[in-house]
């Protein structure tokens, strides 16, 4: 028995080989009737597949970040790793229990209440009736529903239900998780809580499946990530590699259907990401000391100051900061942040905070940039508050240097055979 236990923890938590999904796409309603009298004899449809040749495993603890465009089959993927489609072709096989947060209310009956949900998924997720009495207040506490819980959940909001969903999947201590964008409806305040849970999660050596269009987070919080493109895996790799392929890729589609717009003002507006927790109370960018909205940069002279004033919850861990530098065009040029570059914000005692970001002889290259800028939580993963598009950047240049950005850089060259043998040796 010790040996079979052994095993289970030795195997992957998920393997696929080949794994596909075919759906079958009729023009009528008619054609499925026809199809259903004369069998394979005749088709009356056309294939579509949503998935083709899948394979990869996943190790226990893992946490594999699954990126894509819409309709790459992100979903279908994430579905057949849960149990709730059944392959076409291939095989997929997943030791240890699962939770998942697929498309919004999957798994609920809106007849139902919210206590009653809790007490059906909680059991289909194989809990017993005391291990779910058991941990249902933490439930509860948890989704922050409140009273509302002995209402259905068909009166519940979009918020509501992803909250009180994400608390019970997570509640149940799954050995594999599977996060569908689900997050992404939740409150600022919960949305901080949910990525809390799922680093949680994740240092307990859980394995998690996370799709997101969050590229951010999917190289923050993933340690291996998945391209889907068309159905198929495109690339599977470190998170790193992976976003940067899928970045261009993303980026030169972006590039023939756009061209560069010109930013005629600035737009200084603070905008809450719907927590208290912390906040921005104020930005000043100034160029080669002088502050405003409006500057004009030579690059490779002019120096750069983003000055940023915040305001934060003392009991909290303190924020971070991020800032990036976007073109005309709509690209991320450049980034910096206090998380990656090892710097802790300081506080006063009531929470309140100031730093200045400093980019000396700002080497943007001609071109016109503005700022965006994020107030994360100590990880940066969760925004607070953030900025975008602020103050305008025109740039100017003397020499013909192409691009976003001026490299340091030099030349280096040998001299030819022929100046080697005329020049004379010292004897």
């Not at 990530?225 to 590699?241: N, Q, T, Y």
Request: net charge negative; proline share 4%.
């Amino acid at each position: 028995m010790d040996r079979l236990s052994d095993a289970h923890l030795t195997s992957p938590a998920v393997c696929a080989a080949g794994l596909s999904k075919c759906y079958h796409l009729y023009e009528r309603p008619l054609h499925r009737l026809l199809q259903l009298a004369f069998g394979e004899r005749r088709r009356y449809y056309r294939e579509f597949w949503a998935l083709r040749d899948a394979s990869f495993e996943l190790a226990r603890g893992e946490v594999l970040g699954i990126v894509g465009r819409n309709g790459a089959g992100k979903s279908t993927l994430l579905q057949l790793v849960c149990g709730t489609l059944v392959p076409t072709g291939g095989t997929i096989d997943v030791n240890g229990r699962v939770a998942a947060l697929l498309e919004l209310g999957a798994g609920f009956n809106p007849e139902f209440t919210g206590r009653e949900n809790v007490h059906l998924s909680a059991s289909i997720l194989g809990l017993t009736r005391a291990e779910v009495a058991a941990r249902f207040d933490e439930i509860v506490e948890f989704s922050g529903i409140g009273e509302f819980i002995d209402q259905p959940v068909k009166f519940y909001s979009s918020g509501m239900y992803v909250r009180l969903a994400f608390a019970v999947a997570t509640s149940v201590d799954p050995d594999v998780l599977v996060i569908d964008e689900a997050l992404s409806v939740g409150d600022g305040e919960f949305a901080r809580k949910s990525f809390d849970r799922i680093m949680t999660l994740k240092e307990a050596g859980k394995t998690i499946l996370f799709c997101s269009h969050s590229l951010y987070h999917v190289e923050a919080i993933c340690t291996r990530a998945l391209w889907l493109k068309d159905g198929r895996i495109e690339m599977l790799d470190v998170p790193s590699r992976v976003i940067a392929a899928y970045s261009a890729f993303m980026d030169s589609g972006r590039a023939d259907q756009s061209t560069t717009v010109r930013l005629t003002s600035p737009s200084p507006e603070i905008r809450s990401a719907g927590t208290q927790s912390a906040r921005i109370t104020s930005i000043e960018v100034s160029v080669d000391g002088v502050i405003g909205t409006k500057h004009v940069l030579r690059s490779g002279e002019s120096n750069l100051q983003v000055t940023v004033r915040y305001a934060s919850d003392p009991t909290r861990a303190g924020p971070s900061l991020g800032v990036g530098v976007v073109h005309s065009s709509g690209l991320l040029v450049s980034s910096a942040g206090s998380v990656n570059d090892g710097v802790t914000l300081a506080r006063d005692p009531a929470g309140n905070g100031v730093v200045t970001l400093v980019f000396p002889a700002c080497t943007l290259l001609k071109g016109e940039y503005t700022l965006n800028l994020l107030l994360f939580c100590e990880r940066g993963l969760h925004v607070y508050d953030y900025a975008v598009n602020y103050g305008l950047l025109e740039v100017t240049q003397q020499g013909l240097e192409q691009g976003f950005v001026s490299l340091p850089h030099e030349w280096r060259q040998e001299p030819n055979e022929a100046e080697t043998a005329a020049t004379p040796r010292a004897e």
